[in-house]
Every structure is written in C-alpha cells, then in structure tokens.
C-alpha cells in the first residue's frame, strides 16, 4: 500500500530563517505528489504539485519542492520564513489508476520572531 | 466564485443521533471525498465518489454513510453507530479528465457530539 511519511510533527523556525520540510513517498511507479497548507479551522490550499518533467517545482508563497526519486523524497523548501507562513503543511501522494489520495500526518510550523 | 461550500462551520450533537453534513460544489468536478482529521493523525479517508450514483469506502467508512445523487452534492451522515464521532470533517472534489488534478478543499465542518 502506498504511504507518505512526513517524519516531523513539529518544526520551529525563526522568522527570516530558512526552511526545510520532509516528505518520503512509498510507491514504485512515477508519483503524483503534492503539497498543501492548512491554517487552523480551515481547509486545505494547494502550495505546488509535481507530475513530471522538471524534478524542482516552484509553487505559491514563494515556496519550492524537489522531487527526488532516488530518495524517494519530495521536500518543499522556502529561503526565508514569513511569520505568516506558520501553519501546517501536508504532503500527499496520488498514484493513479484509482481515485484515492494518501496524506502524511503533517507537519506543524510555528514561527518565532 | 468556483469552489466547495460546508456547512454548517460548527456543529453540535447529542450521543445517539444521526447528523448529516453538507457539502456542495460548483466546480463540475466528477470526484469528491471525505476525511476526516484528528489532531496528529492527518487526514483520513471516509468515502469518496468518482461518478453519480457510485461511492466506495474509504479507510474509516465505519459508522458513516454518503449519497451522490447529483454531481455537485456528497452528503455525509455520521450514523449513531460512529464510536468516536467528534471530530474536523473536510470534503473535497478533482477533475478526473485529462491532466492529473489535484483536490480543491472545502472549509471544513467541526462536529461535536456530547
């Protein structure tokens, strides 16, 4: 079965500092991947997407993701944090052929100042 | 505006009663989802829908019962039978032609049963 693994819950960053957030996919075949942002009480917004051709994928909010399939990883990266960015971030992995989606447990940003 | 409408954004239950949650969409989109989210568990799939009339369980559809009688429409009832009802209910739907899409999320519904 496929999985997503995002292996920390919690991230603290100072505002201005760079960031780093980890996602590792469990699936053979050429992945759908995703990354998407939750603000607390609210729903989902898509940061940037990758399905083929060029492996670093820029997205919204000044965000950006490589897709390395060696590391079977897909991590978003953004140079320098806004304390706006403070929210919590889920990676997700769609394989084709059937209509689900698989989302790691998320990761939770907060920002200091 | 396109996009996915909940409601309503809070929800409040007595132990032992049937609830149903909306969700509706006008984005012409063939499928739709549930999941529902826990603190530190992610998103969990309920049910999810590829076409009118056809639905299929998801991880957790235990205790829950959905409808799709018209595209852009998925009901979900938290049955009385839901161990564990309390919780943040998303619903969300995709394209399923052409290009591979991503899902385009709902604001959720918070549900409380006591």
């Known amino acids: 079965a496929q999985s997503v693994t995002q292996p920390d819950i919690h991230i603290t960053v100072s505002e201005g500092a760079s960031l780093e957030l980890r996602c590792n996919y469990s699936y053979g075949a050429t992945p759908y991947l995703f990354w998407y942002v939750q603000s607390p009480g609210q729903g989902l917004q898509l940061l940037l997407k990758?399905?083929?051709?060029?492996?670093l994928v820029q997205g919204i909010k000044g965000f950006e993701a490589e897709f390395k399939r060696s590391q079977s990883s897909f991590n978003l990266r953004k140079p320098s944090v806004h304390w706006s960015d403070a929210a919590e971030y889920f990676c997700?992995?769609?394989?084709?052929?059937?209509?689900?989606?698989?989302f790691g447990i998320g990761t939770k940003l907060q920002v200091i100042p | 505006d396109g996009g996915i409408t909940q409601s309503p954004k809070y929800l409040f239950r007595k132990e032992g009663q049937n609830v149903t949650l909306s969700c509706e969409q006008n984005l012409n989109h063939d499928a739709m989802y549930w999941y529902r989210q826990d603190p530190g568990q992610g998103l969990r799939l309920i049910y999810y829908?590829?076409?009118?009339?056809?639905?299929q369980k998801g991880d957790i559809a235990e205790g829950y019962s959905v409808s799709r009688e018209k595209k852009e429409s998925f009901p979900l009832t938290v049955t009385s039978a839901q161990k564990n009802p309390t919780a943040f209910y998303l619903c969300?739907?995709?394209?399923?032609?052409?290009?591979?899409?991503?899902?385009?999320f709902g604001p959720g519904t918070r549900l409380t049963v006591t």
């Open positions: 997700a992995h769609y394989s084709g052929g059937y209509q689900k989606v698989t």
């Open positions: 990758y399905f083929s051709g060029d492996t």
């Open positions: 969300a739907s995709r394209r399923t032609s052409g290009v591979i899409a991503e899902q385009y």
């Open positions: 829908s590829q076409i009118v009339n056809d639905f």
